[in-house]
């Protein structure tokens, strides 16, 4: 599991997502007659072939790039440094799976189902999470540039280190999460749901926070440089004192205040 000296999000713990479930290896040859039948099951819209089911097996440093993937279950599976680059995992089940360490760059993981996942540490540049269920992931230390996680559930996600540039976040729910140093440049959290977020040294350079819900979410450091947060809902002055702003900080018309750095 994730370095337990990351800051914990403020709901983190509260669903155990380990079972008993001992985890099994598997043949080359098995893996491959697995997949395929998968593919095939893809292919023909479930008609034939076989869904795999590779819960609690051990894939660690396995490829999985570019294949047809949709509605494969993992749960619980060690995939540590797996290669899924552009694979399609549309539905999948990844709930408590670890893939420290792996690649899900452009990868399609539409309405996944991978709450409680460990994805520390990985490659994840351009991927799709949109409508994902992610609550309780940890996800520090991670490349999301330009990521989409647009309606996403990511409520209590340690999101600690992790890069979120350009990545659009829209309508995402991020309550309880912890963003401790995180980057999100120029990324878009319109209507975003941030009650109690941990924004401490997080930087907002430029990105686009409009209507976004940020009641006693944590600020300390948090760099709102070029940051539009008009509309935005539940911000206080007790908050905004904490936070480095530049002439360029959109503000709402009644916490407009000079720029200035925080504490």
């Given amino acids: 599991m994730a370095d337990s000296t990351l800051p914990r999000a403020p709901f983190a713990g509260i669903v155990n997502f380990d079972d008993d479930a001992p985890m099994r290896s598997i043949a080359p ?59 399609d995992l549309g539905r999948a089940i990844l709930i408590g799976a670890t893939i420290q360490r792996g690649c899900l760059a452009a990868a399609d993981l539409t309405r996944g189902r991978l709450s409680g996942i460990n994805l520390t540490d990985a490659h994840c540049e351009g991927v799709c999470m949109a409508e994902a269920d992610m609550e309780f992931a940890i996800m520090a230390n991670s490349d999301f540039r330009n990521a989409n996680f647009r309606d996403a559930d990511m409520s209590g996600a340690i999101l600690d280190g992790a890069d979120f540039s350009g990545a659009d976040l829209r309508r995402a729910n991020l309550r309880g999460a912890s963003f401790h140093n995180t980057r999100l440049h120029g990324a878009d959290l319109r209507d975003a749901r941030m009650g109690g977020v941990d924004l401490k040294h997080t930087s907002f350079h430029g990105a686009d926070l409009r209507g976004a819900y940020l009641r006693v979410a944590k600020f300390h450091r948090t760099d709102l440089s070029g940051a539009d947060l008009r509309d935005v809902e539940g911000l206080t002055t007790g908050q905004i004192i904490h936070t480095i702003r530049d002439a360029h900080t959109r503000l709402p018309l009644d916490l407009i205040t000079e720029p200035e750095d925080g504490e």
């Fill in 29 to 87: 040859e098995e893996l491959a007659r697995i997949l395929q039948a998968h593919e095939l099951y893809v292919e023909s819209k479930q008609r034939s072939g076989q869904r795999a089911n590779l819960d609690s097996t051990d894939l660690a440093g396995k490829s999985f790039a570019g294949m047809k993937l949709w509605r494969i279950r993992m749960q619980r599976a060690d995939l540590a440094g797996a290669d899924f680059k552009g694979a």
